[in-house]
T-cell receptor
Framework: DAGITQSPRHKVTETGTPVTLRCHQT?????MYWYRQDPGHGLRLIHY???????DKGEVSDGYSVSRSKTEDFLLTLESATSSQTSVYFC????????????FGPGTRLTVL | AQSVTQLGSHVSVSEGALVLLRCNYS??????LFWYVQYPNQGLQLLLK??????LVKGINGFEAEFKKSETSFHLTKPSAHMSDAAEYFC??????????????FGKGTLLTVNP
């Protein structure tokens, strides 16, 4: 357990509205990640962060942006939500850089109507 | 680039039977490999990991996996399935190339069903 929480845990929104998901960690982890999970696709990396204000794109970054203004918070923003962004979103952090082990938050279920 | 293939999106076993979940990987550098388990409506929990020490890795809940370089495999096994093992299992490989920032690539998952 890497002390990771996500908020909100569930959200329903409408197409075209902006949405921000929050990942919060309490253990000063440097590396953080956002994934989406969809049936038949496993987990796919959206964006990641390797330090405060240091972020980069993952494999499915279109339509998403991130920010990390302080170590403990990593925000994922859907600028204008679409139905294809209905998914379960997971945040993760590296707790052991010697073993590349990522630990995951509980997830946020987002529904875009 | 790394990739992971999990053979069988759905595996069904009887309680007490052997569990075998298959994972093959591709990596340009010696890999670190992981198995995660996801119970319904929960996050991912680390089951076990291979980080270039012993090739046979033991994890939680009686699971183990063997790293076979020649076969590029990291199959997950448990001698006797329990009803509580019903879950989705994900294999992942770490990108250990320089500047990778510890990114993981996941397989698409295998849903394990345990029948009484």
């Amino acid at each position: 357990d890497a002390g990771i929480t996500q908020s909100p845990r569930h959200k329903v929104t409408e197409t075209g509205t902006p949405v921000t998901l929050r990942c919060h960690q309490t253990e000063n982890h440097r590396y953080m990640y956002w994934y989406r999970q969809d049936p038949g696709h496993g987990l796919r990396l959206i964006h990641y962060s390797y330090g405060v204000k240091d972020t980069d794109k993952g494999e499915v970054s279109d339509g998403y942006s991130v920010s990390r203004s302080k170590t403990e918070d990593f925000l994922l923003t859907l600028e204008s939500a679409t139905s294809s962004q209905t998914s379960v979103y997971f945040c993760a952090a590296i707790a052991e850089t010697s073993t590349d082990t990522q630990y995951f938050g509980p997830g946020t279920r987002l529904t875009v109507l | 680039a790394q990739s992971v293939t999990q053979l069988g999106s759905h595996v069904s076993v009887s309680e007490g039977a052997l569990v075998l979940l298959r994972c093959n990987y591709s990596s340009s550098v010696p890999p670190y490999l992981f198995w995660y388990v996801q119970y319904p409506n929960q996050g991912l929990q680390l089951l076990l990991k291979y980080t270039s020490a012993a090739t046979l890795v033991k994890g939680i809940n009686g699971f183990e996996a063997e790293f076979k370089k020649s076969e590029t495999s990291f199959h997950l096994t448990k001698p006797s399935a329990h009803m509580s093992d019903a879950a989705e299992y994900f294999c992942a490989v770490s990108d250990r190339s320089g500047g990778s920032n510890y990114k993981l690539t996941f397989g698409k998952g295998t849903l394990l069903t345990v029948n009484p």
